[in-house]
């Protein structure tokens, strides 16, 4: 028997999914790529961009037509918004804040159905899915109401996306790569910035025990984790809810770092995302401290123009996120900068676009992600008027990509001659070539068919340069073709 997963959004996301296959792998299932071969369908979805919830409908649409020809179970979790989760208690069989996935067996059980007789003792290729469940007095499913009546679907009763998620981490994940990991450190956002659904997607924030964060950290890297990257909507408010009891961001990073001078072992530690109103020289001054703590900061600046800024309610100003960015420029010289921007938002006028063109030339990001400005219901700002039309969003794109690439270029060309240990990660698209990543995180291509280099630190040599990737030579190749 087995089970298909797809995950759609941010690496939290990815994160999650590794839970999930733990639970379904606990019940006996396989994983497949193949979803033709799958019993049980599910979606780790995300509400924060409408294309990936266009990815969702088109995804059940089909899965829904294939009941008609075999017994299926399918199941959404997730970043959901309220309305999303609306609409798919009409298409999943299952629909559940990804804090009540420790209860999704007897969910399955209760609940998973493709006819309103339940699935306890239905038999799916002749096996009969779950023989026994312990039954809990408490309901474990917080937006679902039993079926009092065959054939109707439940009703909706209020959604609280945080609650049980110390229970979620109890979970130990199945990681997908034996070299690289995810540690979530926190959950939630109370930032409730105008253009977010994160706040209604997965609540306020909560902040994970930092005693287990450090156990699985200690457990990641005795197993040989070479990457291993701290998850959180706002990493560097880690803590503030739990003042007096637990430690503050800074003082987590100092605890890795003085992991890291203990351990015998090669490993970079990352953070995604900060947020600029939290984040403050401390942080800073201790990943220049350590070896371990990856020399790469992701930054998310949003727009370049206060006025934009304000109306996203991100509680900082431009000149704030200019003295970070100068602060890692002195202390941490050698790191990447990364950053997230909206292009379109509400009200977004030629002169605030042109602020924040002329700051992605002033910061000389290594990497932006760049999102053209789309509705979420439920998001302060899906009352406003999306006023700027799609054809400028795309152009405003388009422009700031340019001018992406013409400053990363920079960085990347000074790196050409230089020697440098890179994280090998798997193939490359370009045939007989090996992909890796520099503890900055910029994409190194190598040629090699060696496949046992894969999740190994190598030494390469930059022989060239694009302005989002390198090329090189393997070090010992080098060595080799110099000897003979």
Avoid at 265 to 281: A, C, E, G, L
Wanted: one cysteine or more; aromatic letters at 8%; charged letters at 25%.
């Amino acid at each position: 028997m087995k089970y298909h997963l797809i995950s759609l959004g941010c690496q939290m996301n990815l994160s999650d999914t590794e839970r999930v296959n733990t639970v379904l792998q606990q019940l006996g299932f396989s994983q497949t790529e193949d979803e033709n071969e799958a019993s049980i369908l599910g979606v780790i979805a995300c509400s924060v961009r409408q294309k990936a919830i266009d990815k969702v409908y088109d995804r059940i649409s089909k899965w829904n037509r294939r009941k008609n020809r075999k017994n299926l179970i399918t199941f959404v979790s997730g970043c959901i918004l309220p309305a999303d989760n609306e609409r798919f208690l009409k298409l999943f069989d299952l629909v559940f804040p990804m804090s009540d996935l420790p209860q999704l067996p007897e969910m399955i059980s209760q609940y998973g159905v493709v006819t309103p007789a339940g699935l306890l003792h239905t038999n799916i290729g002749g096996e009969t899915l779950l023989p026994t469940i312990k039954k809990t007095e408490e309901p474990f499913l917080s937006i679902l109401k039993p079926f009092g009546v065959q054939g109707k679907k439940p009703d909706i009763i209020k959604l609280n996306p945080g609650k049980n998620i110390e229970e979620f981490w109890d979970l130990e994940p199945t990681h997908t790569s034996d070299f690289e990991a995810f540690i979530p450190i926190q959950n939630g956002c109370d930032k409730f910035c105008t253009f977010c659904a994160v706040p209604y997607t997965r609540g306020r924030e909560v902040s994970r025990s930092s005693i287990e964060i450090m156990d699985e950290l200690r457990q990641l890297v005795e197993k040989g984790f070479k990457s291993i990257t701290l998850l959180g909507q706002n990493v560097n408010s880690y803590g503030l809810d739990k003042k007096g009891e637990e430690i503050t961001f800074p003082d987590l990073l100092e605890q890795i770092g003085e992991f890291g001078l203990q351990s015998d072992k090669t490993f970079w530690v990352y953070f995604t995302s900060p947020h600029p109103r939290d984040m403050n020289d401390e942080v800073i001054e201790v990943i220049s401290k350590y070896k371990c703590l990856a020399k790469q900061i992701h930054l998310p600046m949003q727009s370049g123009d206060d006025h934009v800024l304000l109306r996203m309610n991100r509680k900082h100003s431009m000149e704030k996120y200019r003295q970070i960015v100068l602060t890692i420029r002195n202390l941490i010289p050698e790191a990447t900068i990364f950053t997230d921007i909206i292009v379109g938002f509400t009200g977004e006028t030629d002169e605030q676009f042109e602020s924040t063109r002329r700051a992605m030339a002033e910061f000389e990001f290594n990497m932006a992600y760049i999102a053209q400005y789309s509705v979420r219901p439920g998001a302060a700002s899906s009352r406003w008027e999306d006023d700027v039309p799609k054809e400028m969003k795309k152009a405003r794109y388009h422009i700031l990509t340019d001018e992406l690439t013409k400053h990363a270029i920079k960085y990347t060309r000074k790196l050409t001659g230089q020697t440098m240990h890179v994280l090998v990660r798997g193939r490359d698209r370009k045939e007989g070539y090996l992909s890796a990543l520099t503890e900055g995180k910029i994409v190194v291509r190598f040629k090699s068919n060696d496949l046992t280099l894969i999740g190994k630190f190598i030494q390469i040599e930059v022989t060239s340069a694009t302005p989002l990737s390198i090329e090189g030579v393997l070090v010992e190749q080098l060595i080799s073709q110099t000897a003979s």
